[in-house]
Structures are given as C-alpha cells and as structure tokens.
C-alpha cells in the first residue's frame, strides 16, 4: 500500500475516520508495552502531558556543581591578581582623593581705583526691600536721562553700607533716612561695572529689626542696545520710521 492510500479515510468507516497510522502519529501508540528493542512506548497522548525528565545520577550532580565552583574561583583569583592596585596618575604623584584648594575670586576694584569692599554677585541678603518709587524724565531728543528713586527696605543684620544695581549712571544725591525720618550721613560712594553694583558707605550702623529708606537721584543716557532704559525704532508699512 502506497503513502497516498494510507492518508485516505476509509470510505466504509465514514467521512471523518482516517487511517490508524495517522492518529497514531498525532497521539502516539495506543498501548503502553514498557521497553522493546530499545523504544520507549507511552499511552496514547501520555508524550505530550506527560514528557520525559533528563536525570543524572549522585556522582554526576556532585561533579557538575564542582566543576561550576571551580571556575568561579579560579575567575575571581584571575581578576584579584591582574588587575592593577594602583592607578598610574596615583603613582605619580596626583591623587584626587586630595582636597582641592578654592580659587579666590579676583579683588573687586571700584571706578576710583579703591578696593570694592563688596566682592559677591549677588546682594546682600541682610537688607530686604519693602517698596520702590521711581520717576524718570527722558529727554528723548538728546537722549538724556535724570531719575529719582526711593526705597523703603529691612534690615536682619546690623550694618554701616548698602549695596545695590546700577550700570551707567551717576549718583547726584545720596539720602538715608530711619523711621524717625533722621538723616543717617553717607561717607563714600563706590561704583563696581564688572558686577553691576554701587557700594554706599554710612557714617552710623543700621541696627536689625528696623526699616529705613534710602532716596537717590542720578544721571545717565537712554540706551540704544536693549539693556536698562532704551530706544528703539520701526519702520511702519508705508516707509515710515516710527
């Protein structure tokens, strides 16, 4: 009997039976006989629930697991041994494990030529400002600028200066003042461009938990470059310059 006629249901059996070597080969033989000629039979479907388990003896398992222990070891003895114990920048002299010094920012010096005695960024945060007033008068035509400010400010630290911004103008009038209204004398104004700041010196201290204020009037120009008080232009769509 040919392939093709064994894969031919029997036409006597009905239209779903198949021949009984191809429900053999999908579910297995239909009996369990042990061991024959060197062949292990199962129960029909028992191959697919039911599959083989690899097994090794006492003496297997004890071998395997020594030998996996074995390379750990002589692994982790490879590594101890030539990985180096120093680092070349070590030996020669440059250990980073070192502290390293802080560079000291260069001496504030002030437009006069004295020492700035304020050589931070930033404001001091001991002097906290409560309110401003400012009036500017513009000369749009010369581009001249005058202005006046008062600020009302606390102090939390008992100082005798005040440092506040300022770039490019030029202080005309310096007046503080404490709650009483009494005028506290100034001793020197300093300017610092590179930070921005204008350093006020006092004759008397400002003590903590009082408000003073502080009235400025000053010169400068209307800027043309974007920073500060500036001018700027446009052209309307008919031409014009505005």
């Known amino acids: 009997m040919d392939s093709s006629?064994?894969?031919?249901?029997?036409?006597?059996?009905?239209?779903?039976?198949?021949?009984e070597d191809e429900v053999t080969v999908l579910t297995g033989p239909s009996k369990s006989v042990g061991i024959e000629d060197g062949?292990?039979?199962?129960?029909?479907?028992e191959f697919y629930t039911n599959p083989p388990v690899a097994t090794c003896s006492?003496?297997?398992?004890?071998?395997?697991?020594?030998?996996?222990?074995?390379?750990?070891?002589?692994c982790s003895l490879i590594i101890a041994f030539v990985r180096p114990s120093h680092c070349g920048h070590v030996?020669?002299?440059?250990?980073?494990?070192?502290?390293?010094?802080?560079?000291?920012?260069?001496?504030?010096?002030?437009?006069?030529?004295?020492?700035?005695?304020w050589n931070d960024v930033r404001l001091p945060d001991f002097i906290v400002p409560l309110r401003y007033s400012v009036v500017l008068h513009p000369n749009l035509t010369t581009l001249f600028l005058r202005g006046q400010m008062e600020v009302v400010f606390a102090v939390q630290k008992e100082t005798n200066f005040i440092v506040f911004h300022g770039k490019d103008?030029?202080?005309?009038?310096?007046?503080?003042?404490?709650?009483?209204?009494?005028e506290i004398m100034t001793t020197r104004t300093l300017y610092y461009p590179y930070?921005?700041?204008?350093?006020?010196e006092l004759k008397n201290y400002l003590m903590p938990g009082n408000n003073y204020s502080l009235a400025l009037r000053y010169e400068g120009m209307v800027r043309t470059d974007l920073e500060g008080l500036y001018i700027?232009?446009?052209?309307?769509?008919?031409?014009?310059?505005r």
């Open 5 to 19: 006629a064994r894969r031919r249901p029997d036409r006597n059996a009905g239209p779903n039976a198949y021949h």
């Open 39 to 45: 062949k292990i039979n199962y129960e029909k479907g």
């Open 58 to 74: 006492r003496k297997q398992a004890v071998f395997i697991i020594g030998l996996i222990l074995a390379t750990l070891l002589t």
């Open 91 to 117: 030996e020669e002299g440059l250990d980073f494990h070192e502290d390293v010094a802080v560079t000291p920012p260069p001496e504030a010096i002030a437009t006069n030529g004295e020492p700035f005695p």
């Open 169 to 182: 103008v030029t202080l005309t009038v310096v007046m503080v003042k404490d709650k009483n209204m009494r």
């Open 195 to 200: 930070h921005q700041q204008i350093y006020i």
């Open 232 to 241: 700027s232009s446009y052209k309307s769509p008919g031409g014009v310059k």
